[in-house]
């Protein structure tokens, strides 16, 4: 069963879309498309890293104390941690690249108002507010 559609949401999508020239909503898709590529690229080295990594340490662990074991499972750990944190990047950036095509790209999710352009231009995958996004912090 559909949801009925919220007026609010509705009309602030389509002041969204009449508020931002077809040329500006090109260059955000451009940013956004760059940061993409970037953000695989980076994800893919990464992988790279640590198969070669995976692969050397397959073959040099003869003779390791709990020490070296340790020590080698932490550094995995670590690589791991940074190659899904490159993953939630991306995603944040193919969320965006949604709300871009959804004509909800710039307006806070919680609250419905606009994110401020200095936000976006530092963080360009933003879907909170400032003020939506420190009552999440503080939670």
Same mark, same amino acid.
């Given at each position: ?5 919220? $007026?609010?949401? /509705? @009309?602030?999508?389509? =002041?969204?879309?009449? #508020? ?7 260059? +955000? ?29 397959? $073959?040099?662990? /003869? @003779?390791?104390?709990? =020490?070296?074991?340790? #020590? ?7 690589? +791991? ?33 606009p994110i401020p352009v200095e936000r976006l231009a530092a963080f360009p995958s933003a879907t909170l507010c ?10």
């Amino acid at each position: 069963m559909a949801k009925p559609a919220d $007026t609010r949401t /509705a @009309g602030r999508k389509t =002041a969204a879309k009449s #508020t931002r020239s077809a040329a500006e909503t090109e260059k +955000i898709r451009a940013a956004l498309a760059a940061r993409h590529e970037e953000l695989r690229a980076e994800y893919d080295q990464t992988l790279s890293e640590i198969t070669e990594l995976q692969r050397d340490r397959l $073959t040099d662990s /003869a @003779g390791d104390d709990q =020490a070296d074991t340790g #020590t080698k499972t932490f550094e995995r750990e670590q690589e +791991i941690s940074l190659a899904n944190s490159i993953l939630e990047r991306i995603t944040q950036v193919e969320r965006a690249l949604e709300r871009l095509d959804e004509g909800g790209y710039g307006w806070c999710e919680r609250c419905g108002n606009p994110i401020p352009v200095e936000r976006l231009a530092a963080f360009p995958s933003a879907t909170l507010c400032v003020t939506c996004k420190q009552l999440e912090e503080r939670r």
